[in-house]
């Protein structure tokens, strides 16, 4: 069984760090892209970042550039996000997706992260 | 990117059908066929339900269609049941470097 399962979310002042972890099991880690993806509260979704299956290439959306960086470990088995400069508006839900056939066909249960003072 | 465009809202009665759009340009849903579908209970993550337009993964039922015409894309549920209420989103791939963008999601009741 395939499962995605994210730590690391919490509570951080304006201007904080976070560094978000998914931990995959169930399947080859190393063959796939992975993403992360957002949503605000009361919101719609938002891709964030996406990293190839070796960790050589990434993407980033408008609003993570510069802030966020995605990574991974092959050997872990494991996804990361690295989140600086936090601001309010990066309050979200952030899930941690597979990639398969242009699609996040597999998704885990989300990690909240919250902005505030 | 600008978000993918979908009605807030759809509705209809079980055992009806309801067909829910999303408009993007010709530099995402109407140049890939890339288009993805996903459904959302509330507090829970979202599930894929429909990739490439129009194919589904294993395990979702052949009441859910997915289809697209130049920059719009469609979702149809067939034969509505209660557990379909929930928010839908498309999304589309818009190049090589692989960004995605979602839609705006649309909240379905069955009446």
């Known amino acids: 069984e395939v499962q995605l399962v994210e730590s690391g979310g919490g509570l951080v002042q304006p201007g904080g760090s976070l560094r978000l972890s998914c931990a995959a099991s169930g399947f080859i880690f190393d063959t796939y892209w992975m993403n992360w993806v957002r949503q605000a509260p009361g919101k719609g979704l938002v891709w964030v970042s996406t990293?190839?299956?070796?960790?050589?290439?990434?993407g980033y959306a408008d609003s993570a550039k510069g802030r966020f960086t995605i990574s991974r470990d092959n050997a872990k088995n494991t996804l990361y996000l690295q989140m600086n400069s936090l601001r309010a508006e990066d309050t979200a839900m952030y899930y941690c997706t597979r990639h398969r056939a242009y699609s996040h066909d597999q998704w885990g249960q989300g990690a909240l992260v919250t902005v505030s003072s | 990117q600008s978000a993918l465009t979908q009605p807030p809202s759809a509705s209809g009665s079980p055992g009806q059908s309801v067909t829910i759009s999303c408009t993007g340009t010709s530099s995402d849903v109407g140049g890939y066929d890339f288009v993805s579908w996903y459904q959302q209970h509330p507090g829970k993550a979202p599930k894929l339900m429909i990739y490439?337009?129009?194919k589904r993964p294993s395990g979702v039922p052949d009441r859910f269609s997915g289809s697209k015409s130049g920059n719009t894309a469609s979702l149809t549920v067939s034969g509505l049941q209660a557990e379909d209420e929930a928010d839908y989103y498309c999304s589309s791939s818009v190049g090589t470097n692989l960004p995605f963008v979602f839609g705006t999601g649309t909240k379905v009741t069955v009446l």
């Open positions: 490439e337009v129009s």
């Open positions: 990293i190839n299956s070796d960790g050589s290439s990434t």
